[in-house]
């Protein structure tokens, strides 16, 4: 081994930085306090006269898990119950099996099946391996101990758990369901369960937060790639416009002629009030069925000489009236959640008045990431 590889080598000891701020460790450590206490004195409480344990210690490592880290697959409820319980019967079994022998055989069965039990049964939790290692070197033999005092311990732990992590603004239970709808990124749900598999290891980040850092990390890296560049200096200034009243007939006019996918509705301030797009006419004249196309959007945009109507007859009947706007000096890279996520194609942007002043398309978008050089 050579200089620099022991030197790499030894750097791996080196603790890494704890990315926490002072609010959140004292949080997760009153957390862990408060709720080893509460378990203790329940379980104190309810223990028969004259009993001798009515506590385990692996239930402060449980604990640190439950508080500090609630998001980890590893701190769930059912890893806590489940790996502690079904550990604590492992070892019991391993006494059975191994007691009349040396101590260290019996101590290294009773993890090893404690381990195996919690990976059949999906309830991996770290200090299930010190619960049945606990069973071995106490020589406990009675199979009542698992559920008293190891699983009450545990439910009272997870309830203390469920009850502050909430109050405190930390999901928990932590569900494993797929993350909520984010930016778009570079890579997809298949590329990720593609990675996890290759690494192939016990990962204590849930799926769905990992999604979410990356896709965070990406945004940062775009962010950081595009600099400073504003929203006014690459949007369209030429804005063609429409009115509530304005008729559709002039607003298909107005689209085809001016070549564009959207026209902003603005009032007599000039204040956007909605958006007018191609999928609005598509949708007015139900052209999800493609029979009668011609027939059926014509229709919609010829005026109704009648005084009454049973067609939308002027914008403010059509237009989407969930318009999403971003402000002229508005970072550009602010933007690419909103084209991302929300299946917009087109952004109004406002003055500080709210004032529409132009609008950034996604042929905006790409142009400007081709001409910005971090970009490329």
Same mark, same amino acid.
């Given at each position: $081994? ?201 990962? +204590?980040?849930?799926? +769905? +937060? ?99 109507? +049973? ?7 059509? $237009? ?57």
């Amino acid at each position: $081994m050579t200089a620099a590889q022991l030197t790499a080598w030894l750097a791996a000891f080196r603790p890494a930085r704890m990315r926490v701020n002072t609010r959140e460790r004292l949080r997760a450590a009153c957390g862990a306090g408060l709720g080893v206490a509460f378990t203790g004195l329940v379980c104190l409480a309810l223990a028969p006269p004259g009993t001798a344990v009515w506590m385990v210690g692996p239930v402060g490592a449980s604990a640190v898990l439950v508080f500090c880290v609630p998001a980890s697959p590893l701190a769930q409820p059912w890893s806590v119950i489940g790996g502690n319980t079904m550990s604590a019967i492992a070892g019991i079994g391993a006494v059975h099996l191994f007691g009349s022998g040396p101590i260290a055989v019996t101590a290294g069965a009773a993890v090893l099946l404690s381990i195996v039990f919690m990976f059949a049964l999906r309830c991996l939790h770290p200090p299930g391996g010190a619960t049945g290692l606990t069973m071995a070197l106490t020589h406990t033999a009675g199979f009542a101990f698992a559920a008293q005092p190891v699983l009450l311990n545990c439910v009272l732990l997870v309830v203390a758990g469920i009850a502050y992590n909430s109050a405190t603004g930390r999901r928990y239970p932590h569900s494993q369901a797929p993350a909520p709808k984010i930016a778009r990124t570079a890579f997809n749900e298949g590329d990720l369960d593609a990675a996890l598999a290759r690494y192939n290891q016990v990962l +204590d980040v849930p799926r +769905d +937060d990992l999604r979410t850092l990356l896709a965070d990390a990406e945004l940062g890296a775009y962010r950081r790639r595009m600099g400073d560049v504003r929203c006014v200096e690459i949007m369209s200034r030429n804005v063609a416009t429409v009115s509530f009243g304005t008729l559709l007939q002039e607003a298909w006019t107005l689209l085809r002629e001016r070549h564009v996918k959207a026209l902003p509705v603005v009032d007599r301030a000039g204040l956007v009030i909605g958006i007018l797009t191609l999928s609005d006419f598509m949708r007015g004249a139900d052209l999800d069925v493609h029979e009668g196309f011609d027939t059926k959007l014509r229709r919609l945009i010829r005026k109704t000489p009648l005084a009454s109507s +049973d067609k939308p007859e002027v914008v403010g009947q059509l $237009m989407a009236r969930d318009v999403r706007v971003a402000n002229a000096d508005q970072l550009l890279a602010d933007l690419v959640p909103m084209f991302a996520t929300t299946g917009h194609h087109h952004i109004p942007i406002v003055d500080g008045s709210r004032k529409l002043v132009g609008i950034v398309t996604q042929t905006d978008l790409v142009a400007a990431l081709l001409a910005h050089p971090g970009a490329r």
